[in-house]
């Protein structure tokens, strides 16, 4: 059964700082790999979506990067603004059943 | 373009009541539709999936059942609501190369 887990839960860094989010799962047949974004009481925006044949992909301030290998991905905000306060989802989508498995979400706030 | 549309947006329902929600997906066909559900200060939990009419996969035992009674309409009912039940429900279109998420829907059972 897949497991996806991020760390850290919760993350509070000043304006203006870079930072990295970090997403683990423990099966590495996956089709692929989506980064989320959650604002409160609000349903799920995509952010980045990661191919398993790929590295990494870049949106603007964003880089996710994946190693399917060890079971992990990173999402590298740089220049955080207080617009990025959000919950992080990471999610994998495995490979034969075609199930989205959603990890445990990592909760940024960025000072202004 | 391929849309996702569910409804109602929040709903607030008497313990024991009868529940169904509705997701409907547009610009496809056979697609795969799950529905997830977010109880308060929690993750994402997959609850059923489908990959075909008639064709419902459950991953937790609940309250809760789902039905495909058409090939782009995927149904979440329940027949006796509890408080449990309470929470952020999603409708979910998946693909190998994306996924589509519906609005979600609020519900609090009172």
């Known amino acids: 059964k897949q497991e996806v887990t991020q760390i850290p839960a919760a993350l509070s860094v000043p304006e203006g700082e870079n930072l990295v989010l970090n997403c683990s799962f423990t099966?590495?047949?996956?089709?692929?790999l989506q980064w989320f974004r959650q604002d409160p009481g609000k349903g799920l925006t995509s952010l980045l979506l990661?191919?398993?044949?790929?590295r990494e992909q870049t949106s603007g301030r964003l880089n996710a990067s994946l190693d399917k290998s060890s079971g992990r991905s990173t999402l590298y905000i740089a220049a955080s603004q207080p617009g990025d306060s959000a919950t992080y989802l990471c999610?994998?989508?495995?490979?034969?059943?075609?199930?989205?498995?959603f990890g445990t979400g990592t909760r940024l706030t960025i000072i202004p | 373009s391929q849309t996702i549309h569910q409804w109602p947006a929040t709903l607030v329902q008497p313990v024991g009541s009868p529940l169904s929600l509705e997701c409907t997906v547009e610009?496809?066909?056979?697609?795969?539709l799950y529905w997830y559900r977010q109880a308060a200060g929690r993750g994402l939990q997959l609850l059923f999936y489908?990959?075909?009419?008639?064709?419902i996969s459950s991953e937790v035992p609940q309250n809760l059942s789902a039905s495909r009674p058409q090939d782009r309409q995927f149904i979440l009912s329940s027949k006796k609501l509890l408080l449990s039940d309470s929470g952020f429900y999603l409708c979910?279109?998946?693909?190998?190369?994306?996924?589509?998420f519906g609005q979600g829907t609020r519900l609090t059972v009172v």
């Open positions: 979910a279109w998946i693909r190998r190369t994306e996924a589509f």
């Open positions: 099966d590495s047949a996956i089709y692929n």
């Open positions: 610009g496809t066909s056979n697609p795969n």
């Open positions: 990661i191919q398993s044949s790929q």
């Open positions: 999610a994998v989508l495995n490979f034969g059943n075609e199930k989205l498995t």
């Open positions: 489908s990959v075909g009419i008639g064709q």
